[in-house]
C-alpha cells in the first residue's frame, strides 16, 4: 500500500490523501483548501491525480475542510462511492449545498465587480469567474454517499476493508481503520480524521484506536493546552446574567453546525436549572436550522448525558424560551426587539452571513455582549473582535467596538496536546511510523516534539506530493 499526502499538510485545510494499491485508488478525505483567493480556486479546481481512476472516497467527517471539494470531484466525472457514517452523509447533504450556495453567490458577486470595472476599463479583464461548483453538482454528490455505521468492517475492493471509530470531535465523526491483507500478509493503517475532546456536550468521547502499524494524525492544537471543559457552563451563566443585568443583548457568532447545538443544549440546562433568567433566545442561521434536523435523525451519536436529557422527555435542541428563526424577515425583526435576550447566529467567525447585521446594530452598546464560541483565523472580523480593535469593519464600514467581548474557549472540537497524546497511547508503542498532518507548521512541529519525548517515537511531517510505501 502507498500513501500519498496532497492535502492538510502545513495547514490545517484541505485534508486528501491517496491510497494505492494493486491497481486501486482510494481517497481519505476530499475537503476544501482554504486561503488566498488565487491559490484555493487553482488548488481545488485541478486534481493531482487522474480522477477517473479513483476507486472510492472514503470521508472522516462532514466539516467543509474535510468533504468541501466532493462536489469538484464529481464535476469532473467521479461517479464512485463516498463512505461515511450515516450522520456524516446527512450533515454532507445539508453542508455541501450550502458550500455551493455560497460559491455561487461569492461567483455572481465578483462578476458583479467585474463588469463595474470592466464599463472604466473595458481591456482590464477576461471571461466571467465560474463558481468552483455549483447547486447542482453538489446535489449530484449525495446519492454517491455509502453510510456505514461505526465499528462496522466494510469491504472497499477484495483485499481491503475499512472501519470508523468515534472521533468524539462533531455528530458522526470518526477516525478511519484501513486493514489491507494479502495472502498472510496485514497492512494496517488509521487516520485520525479530526480528533475531539472527552465531555464535550452532546458528542460521545473519542474511542480507543485497535492495534495499527501505521498512523495519521492530526496536530490542529498539537502545541496548546485547553482549558478545562468543565467549567464552561459556569461561565456562560456569567455572562447571560452580566448582559441580563445591563439589560442588553447577547449576541453569539457561532458556526452553524456543532457548536450552536452544544450552545442551545447548555442554555436548556441553564435555563432548567433557574441559572439563568427566562430571556428570549434566538438562533438565527437557516444553515443551524437544517442541520439540528440532521442532529435530531442521529440519537445514535449521543453521549450519555444527552440519552439521558431524551429519556427525562426532554429536547435537547428546544424549549420553551428558544425560537429557530428561517425567514430573512424574521431575521430583520430581531432589529426591533429590547434586551435581555440572546441571538445565536452564523457565520462563526463572522465573515459573512446574518450574524453581521447583528453585530452591526448592537456592536456600539455597551450594554451588549459579544460572546465567541470558536477558534478565530488571523483576518477574519472574528479574530479583530478577539483583540478587541476599537474600531471594526462591518460591511465595509468602520464601526466601535463598545459592546463587551468575552471568549468561550473551552468547547473547542479538537483535542488538545495532552489530549492527543493520550488518545494515540494505545498504539504508539506498535507504530512502524506516525505521520503528522492538519496543523500550522509550530503546532505540528510541537507535537512531533512531545510525541518523541513521550514515546521515543520520530514522526513523519510529510510535504505536499510526497508518497510513502506502507509494508
Ligand atoms: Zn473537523
Given at each position: 500500500m502507498q500513501v500519498t499526502f496532497w492535502g492538510a499538510v502545513?495547514?490545517?485545510?484541505?485534508?486528501?490523501?491517496?491510497?494505492?494499491?494493486?491497481g486501486s485508488r482510494f481517497l481519505l478525505d476530499c475537503g476544501l483548501y482554504q486561503g488566498h483567493r488565487r491559490e484555493?480556486?487553482?488548488?481545488?479546481?485541478?486534481f493531482p491525480f487522474p480522477v477517473g481512476a479513483l476507486t472510492g472516497v472514503v470521508l472522516s467527517h462532514a466539516h467543509i475542510d474535510h468533504s468541501g471539494n466532493l462536489p469538484t470531484l464529481v464535476k469532473n466525472g467521479y461517479l464512485g462511492p463516498i463512505y461515511a457514517t450515516p450522520a456524516t452523509a446527512d450533515l454532507c447533504k445539508v453542508m455541501l449545498l450550502d458550500s455551493a450556495h455560497l460559491h455561487e453567490k461569492d461567483a455572481a458577486f465578483l462578476n458583479k465587480r467585474r463588469q463595474r470595472r470592466k464599463a472604466l476599463l473595458p481591456e482590464a479583464e477576461d471571461g466571467p469567474v465560474q463558481p468552483l461548483y455549483t447547486t447542482d453538482d453538489a446535489e449530484a454528490t449525495i446519492p454517491l454517499f455509502r453510510p456505514a455505521?461505526?465499528?462496522?468492517?466494510?469491504?472497499?475492493?477484495?483485499?481491503?476493508?475499512?472501519?470508523?471509530?468515534?472521533?468524539?470531535h462533531i455528530l458522526g465523526s470518526s477516525a478511519i481503520t484501513l486493514v489491507h491483507q494479502t495472502g498472510q500478509k496485514k497492512v494496517r493503517l488509521a487516520f485520525s480524521g479530526d480528533v475531539g475532546r472527552p465531555n464535550l456536550p452532546i458528542v460521545r468521547d473519542?474511542?480507543?484506536?485497535?492495534?495499527?502499524?501505521y498512523l495519521i494524525m492530526e496536530s490542529t492544537y498539537g502545541g496548546r493546552l485547553h482549558k478545562d471543559v468543565g467549567t464552561v457552563t459556569a461561565k456562560l451563566a456569567n455572562v447571560v446574567n452580566r448582559t441580563c443585568r445591563r439589560g442588553g443583548k447577547l449576541i453569539v457568532p457561532s458556526f452553524a453546525v456543532g457548536r450552536t447545538q452544544q450552545l442551545v443544549l447548555l442554555l436548556h440546562e441553564l435555563n432548567d436549572a433557574g441559572q439563568i433568567p427566562g430571556i428570549p433566545i434566538f438562533v438565527d442561521s437557516p444553515l443551524a436550522v437544517e442541520a439540528t434536523e440532521v442532529f435530531r435523525r442521529h440519537p445514535e451519536c449521543f453521549d450519555?448525558?444527552?440519552?439521558?436529557?431524551l429519556l427525562e422527555g426532554k429536547d435537547p435542541f428546544g424549549f420553551a424560551r428558544l425560537r429557530y428563526v428561517r425567514s430573512v424577515e424574521e431575521s430583520k425583526a430581531l432589529n426591533d426587539l429590547h434586551g435581555p435576550?440572546?441571538?445565536i447566529s452564523a457565520a462563526g467567525m463572522c465573515e459573512a452571513g446574518r450574524i453581521l447585521h447583528h453585530l452591526r446594530n448592537n456592536i456600539e452598546d455597551p450594554r451588549n455582549t459579544i460572546l465567541i464560541t470558536g477558534f478565530q483565523a488571523e483576518n477574519t472580523l472574528g479574530r479583530k473582535l478577539v483583540?478587541?480593535?476599537p474600531e471594526v469593519p462591518i460591511f465595509g464600514e468602520l464601526m466601535r467596538l463598545r459592546a463587551e467581548v468575552e471568549t468561550l474557549n473551552e468547547l473547542s472540537g479538537h483535542a488538545d496536546q495532552r489530549e492527543l497524546l493520550e488518545w494515540m497511547k494505545?498504539?504508539?508503542?506498535?507504530?512502524?511510523?506516525?505521520?503528522?498532518?492538519h496543523g500550522e507548521p509550530a503546532q505540528t512541529q510541537a507535537l512531533a516534539e512531545a510525541v518523541r519525548e513521550r514515546y521515543g517515537l520520530e514522526a513523519v511531517i510529510p510535504t505536499r506530493g510526497q508518497s510513502f510505501e506502507l509494508d
Open positions: 502545513g495547514t490545517v485545510t484541505g485534508a486528501m490523501f491517496e491510497l494505492r494499491m494493486n484555493a480556486q487553482e488548488r481545488n479546481t485541478h455505521p461505526m465499528h462496522t468492517p466494510t469491504e472497499l475492493d477484495g483485499d481491503l476493508y475499512y472501519e470508523s471509530s468515534e472521533a468524539g473519542p474511542e480507543k484506536l485497535p492495534p495499527v502499524d450519555d448525558e444527552t440519552r439521558q436529557f435576550l440572546v441571538i483583540d478587541k480593535l494505545p498504539v504508539a508503542g506498535g507504530l512502524k511510523k506516525l505521520f503528522l498532518v
